[in-house]
């Protein structure tokens, strides 16, 4: 499975940038996608996640500044980041795997991972 991303690059603070991952063609794998992210010298958290039918999830420090959605046609899924802040600096990765019940941002199972993009906020 390959997740392509896009969309990082480097913000002032408040800015409002999107993150998109493309999965392509690999939908038999692709039922729960989401991003996480890893900040210089910090282990990596999920920020959102979202099933092709259910509603996503999100993770406490992003909560209300940033909106997950997806388009199951175009098996892509979208991070609108709004009211961005200097702690929210990191590499942004997609993530992807085939499970539906346990699709929440707090799965660590994913198994199938893009390139990460960077976001700097600063």
């Known amino acids: 499975v390959q997740l392509v991303e896009s969309g990082g690059g480097s913000v002032q603070p408040g800015g409002s940038p999107r993150l998109s991952c493309d999965a392509g063609?690999?939908?038999?794998?692709?039922?729960?996608m989401a991003w996480f992210r890893q900040a210089a010298g910090k282990e990596r958290e999920g920020v959102a996640a979202?099933?092709?039918?259910?509603?996503?999830t999100y993770a406490d420090s992003v909560k209300g500044r940033f909106t997950l959605s997806r388009d199951n046609a175009k098996n892509t899924i979208y991070l609108q980041m709004d009211k961005l802040r200097p702690e929210d600096t990191a590499i942004y990765y997609c993530?992807?795997?085939?499970?539906?019940?346990?699709?929440?941002?707090?799965?660590?199972?994913?198994?199938?991972w893009g390139q990460g993009t960077q976001v700097t906020v600063s």
């Open positions: 993530a992807a795997d085939p499970t539906t019940r346990r699709c929440r941002v707090d799965y660590e199972g994913f198994e199938y």
């Open positions: 063609l690999y939908r038999y794998n692709t039922e729960c």
């Open positions: 979202i099933s092709r039918e259910g509603g996503p």
